[in-house]
């Protein structure tokens, strides 16, 4: 039971360049998020998925996009990088309990120079 | 919106000592979820404690508590014998019990655990 896993853990782009974050979790959960962390900052929500086939925006959406591929997996693009997108990228997903409380994966560091 | 405040970026306690991290919260919701989250240097999400705004006793997970006071709007957490292990980032949390059921962070407190 490996829980939330992210690829790559480190990226670094040029400015303009694509390209894909992937996460994946073996819990079952229906619901997945991305967020992401900047320096000083608490995490901040991207996107998320309520559950297969449905994604939405969060509070931080503008230059991604993603694709909730089946239940396991929840990705994160750059279509073209920009240096504000320079983050700490978190993905995670959500267990329907009393607590609702969100597992997080172990994180992506992304530069974009 | 939510808001969540912390308002003490940096803290530091001696081991085996208690410390207590401050959290503050604005929101118009009655139900709703509050978290502690842990994030040492290893970048990991560790969840520490929750609690429920409808339950009035606080939670606690063996040293670490919380103080709950939802008409103040306050959600403080306890470290008992604080260890060495314990140094990290803590962030508190809170989670809408509707809607797309995410969590609005504060910044954070760094906590040292001086030996």
């Known amino acids: 039971n490996a829980g939330v896993t992210q690829t790559p853990k480190f990226q670094v782009l040029k400015t303009g360049q694509s390209m894909t974050l992937q996460c994946a979790q073996d819990?079952?959960?229906?619901?997945m998020y991305w967020y992401r962390q900047d320096p000083g900052m608490g995490l901040r929500l991207i996107y998320y998925?309520?559950?297969?086939?449905?994604?939405d925006k969060g509070e931080v959406p503008n230059g991604y996009n993603v694709s909730r591929l089946n239940k396991r997996e929840f990705s994160l693009r750059l279509e073209s990088a920009a240096p504000s997108q320079t983050s700490v990228y978190f993905c995670?997903?959500?267990?329907?309990?009393?607590?609702?409380?969100?597992?997080f994966g172990p994180g992506t560091r992304l530069t974009v120079l | 919106a939510q808001t969540v405040t912390q308002s003490q970026p940096e803290m530091s306690v001696q081991e085996a000592e208690t410390v207590t991290l401050s959290c503050t919260y604005d929101?118009?919701?009655?139900?709703?979820?509050l978290f502690w989250y842990k994030q040492p240097p290893s970048r990991q999400m560790i969840l520490v404690i929750r609690?429920?705004?409808?339950?009035?006793q606080n939670a606690t997970e063996n040293r670490f508590s919380v103080n709950f006071q939802k008409a103040a709007k306050s959600f403080s957490l306890k470290i008992s014998d604080s260890q060495l292990g314990d140094t990290a980032m803590y962030f508190c949390?809170?989670?809408?019990?509707?809607?797309?059921?995410?969590?609005?962070f504060g910044t954070g407190t760094r906590l040292t655990v001086i030996p």
């Open positions: 949390a809170f989670m809408k019990q509707t809607g797309a059921n995410n969590l609005f």
């Open positions: 929101t118009s919701e009655n139900n709703y979820y």
């Open positions: 995670a997903s959500r267990r329907q309990s009393q607590y609702n409380e969100q597992f």
């Open positions: 819990m079952n959960h229906n619901s």
């Open positions: 609690q429920e705004a409808y339950k009035q």
């Open positions: 998925s309520a559950s297969e086939g449905t994604t």
